[in-house]
């Protein structure tokens, strides 16, 4: 992709960029917006490809790609005509009615992931909270548990969202401390130990909810093996395997779904990010229609979610995925990615773990922290965001190219001097 093209029309785009700098907007919104989260001092005014461009008119390589929401670039042409399109059209009835939009978005999507049903809803924290409320409706109404014993086993490290629920069953205190009580019903195990997890499933356990690989642990792959056993233990003991691919799906890995690369289909797979272009937030719950038929109307419900202008973006995305290209270059970009990381092995990088275009890399502590690696990044004109202690992760947009790659190589190299 290219980087952003520039206009110095002062009627046009740059003349309708905020009058103040950086340091100004930034200090602005100290006093107003709720401090949840520390962002890099950069303020991006515009964006397109692998390419943002911030109000002073700096430009950055994008290594961060939205947390994977952004896997097809900044503002990519197919998914922009779709949302013009049909804003000119329709944007929101609710679920009240029908709209023209939404069945060939279900259709496509189940189509593209080997399932049945879809449950359409908005953010991946809203996928993972009706993937919890579906096993457990699945567990009194198909499996016979006894009303309100349902449990569901989780891995530690996990990231899930921050909802009350789901930090419920979070190990991370930040997101946990000061937010209970808490709900019950999760058991957690050590990812990646089908032997503990075996230990936590019982008669009572509704599903098996993981990440196919962790991300916000600092992009943690698990053995070969792993998924596949999974998939066997609850096969075998009777409940679900839930596979939430909201960051890890829809081609970061080089495949459509990172469960993937194993020969696993779970039972229900949750969907957000990237299913939303980079345009509106769109998740889905995707599953068997024996799981996601035990929902009846009244039961659960969202006013956005499946709003035609989220499914004529969401068909648009799965239109990319099918054919290939996306998955194919994650893939042979991926190669490149962990090649230009092995180099950088032993001059400040001691570790990395890479799938596809994702990567964790860990960098030597005398160095500096994460967060310090990713400001000097961002002076070299990469943004990249850390994750926990000396480690970064890598998420670039799907469209960046091998030049691109070499130049972010470069710049990291530069960062650990």
């Known amino acids: 992709m290219t980087a952003p093209v520039r206009t110095e029309d002062p009627q046009g785009a740059r003349g309708s960029q905020p009058a103040r700098g950086s340091q100004e907007l930034i200090r602005a919104e100290e006093p107003v917006l709720a401090h949840n989260y520390h962002p890099l001092p950069v303020v991006v005014a515009r964006a397109e490809g692998t390419w943002v461009e911030d109000v002073e008119g700096r430009r950055y390589l994008d290594m961060l790609a939205g947390y994977s929401a952004l896997n097809f670039g900044h503002r990519h042409p197919a998914l922009i005509e779709a949302a013009h399109r049909q804003l000119d059209r329709?944007?929101?009835?609710?679920?009240?009615?029908?709209?023209?939009?939404?069945?060939?978005?279900?259709?496509?999507?189940?189509?593209?992931?080997?399932?049945?049903?879809?449950?359409?809803?908005?953010?991946?924290?809203?996928?993972?909270?009706?993937?919890?409320?579906?096993?457990?409706?699945?567990?009194?109404?198909?499996?016979?548990?006894?009303?309100?014993?349902?449990?569901?086993?989780?891995?530690?490290d996990n990231f899930h969202g921050r909802t009350t629920t789901i930090v419920s069953f979070s190990t991370d205190e930040t997101a946990r401390a000061g937010f209970g009580p808490f709900t019950p019903g999760f058991r957690v195990v050590p990812y990646n130990d089908l032997a503990a997890m075996e230990a936590a499933v019982d008669e009572t356990t509704a599903a098996v909810l993981i990440e196919p690989i962790q991300g916000e642990a600092g992009v943690i792959i698990p053995d070969d093996g792993y998924l596949a056993g999974v998939r066997e233990l609850t096969r075998r003991k009777g409940c679900l395997f839930i596979a939430d691919e909201i960051q890890s799906g829809l081609g970061r890995t080089g495949r459509t779904l990172a469960v993937e690369h194993e020969p696993v289909v779970p039972d229900v797979l949750l969907l957000g990010k990237a299913l939303g272009g980079g345009i509106v937030p769109v998740s889905a719950v995707v599953g068997r229609r024996e799981v996601l038929g035990v929902l009846h109307p009244g039961e659960h419900g969202s006013?956005?979610?499946?709003?035609?202008?989220?499914?004529?973006?969401?068909t648009a995305v799965v239109e990319l995925l099918e054919t290939g290209e996306f998955q194919r270059r994650a893939a042979e970009l991926g190669v490149i990615l962990r090649d230009g990381l092995t180099g950088l092995v032993g001059k400040g990088v001691v570790g990395f773990r890479s799938r596809g275009l994702w990567a964790g890399v860990d960098i030597d502590p005398a160095l500096g922290t994460g967060r310090e690696i990713?400001?000097?990044?961002?002076?070299?004109?990469?943004?990249?965001?850390?994750?926990?202690?000396?480690?970064?992760r890598l998420a670039p947009p799907l469209t960046i190219t091998a030049e691109e790659l070499m130049r972010a190589f470069a710049a990291l190299e530069k960062a650990l001097g």
């Open 303 to 314: 006013t956005f979610g499946g709003n035609p202008l989220a499914a004529a973006v969401g």
């Open 90 to 156: 329709l944007t929101l009835t609710s679920r009240a009615f029908h709209n023209d939009r939404l069945a060939e978005f279900a259709e496509r999507l189940a189509a593209l992931t080997g399932m049945d049903m879809v449950l359409p809803m908005n953010t991946g924290a809203e996928a993972v909270e009706s993937g919890v409320k579906v096993a457990r409706k699945w567990a009194y109404d198909v499996k016979g548990v006894p009303a309100d014993r349902a449990t569901i086993v989780v891995a530690a």
């Open 374 to 392: 990713s400001e000097r990044l961002m002076r070299e004109g990469v943004l990249a965001k850390d994750t926990h202690g000396s480690t970064i």
